[in-house]
Nanobody, 124 residues
Framework: VQLQASGGGSVQAGGSLTLSCAASRLTSRRSTMAWFRQAPGKRREFVAAVFRGVDLIYADSVKGRFTISRDNAKNTLYLQMASLKPEDSAEYYC???????????????????WGQGTLVTVSS
């Protein structure tokens, strides 16, 4: 599976962006797909996931502002980001894994497949 992330850009605080992650081959609908982000000098952190194709999981820092979704027909994962803050600035990565268990979805090391990053910059 190859993942291609896109949609990053520069916005002002309070603005919105939508990221996309297209999978090159059919990804099982039961696979877990997720977004992580990494700011300069910081560790990569969990943002949101669609666990086993059903459950939507969010980091506390983005709840109520970000919406994750998946279009199985297009084999694409989305992240709608609203009310963006400067602290949301980071390189955003999508990830996928067919067999990951719930307790492991929050740690990047547990995912088998990764896309390249897409940069989001939020100015104050």
């Amino acid at each position: 599976v190859q993942l291609q992330a896109s949609g990053g850009g520069s916005v002002q605080a309070g603005g919105s962006l939508t990221l996309s992650c297209a999978a090159s081959r059919l990804t099982s609908r039961r696979s877990t797909m997720a977004w992580f982000r990494q700011a300069p000098g910081k560790r990569r952190e969990f943002v949101a996931a669609v666990f086993r194709g059903v459950d939507l999981i969010y980091a506390d820092s983005v709840k109520g502002r970000f919406t994750i979704s998946r279009d199985n027909a297009k084999n694409t994962l989305y992240l709608q980001m609203a009310s963006l803050k400067p602290e949301d600035s980071a390189e955003y990565y999508c990830a996928a894994d067919a067999t990951i268990i719930y307790s492991s979805i929050f740690t990047d090391d547990n995912y088998d497949y990764w896309g390249q990053g897409t940069l989001v910059t939020v100015s104050s």
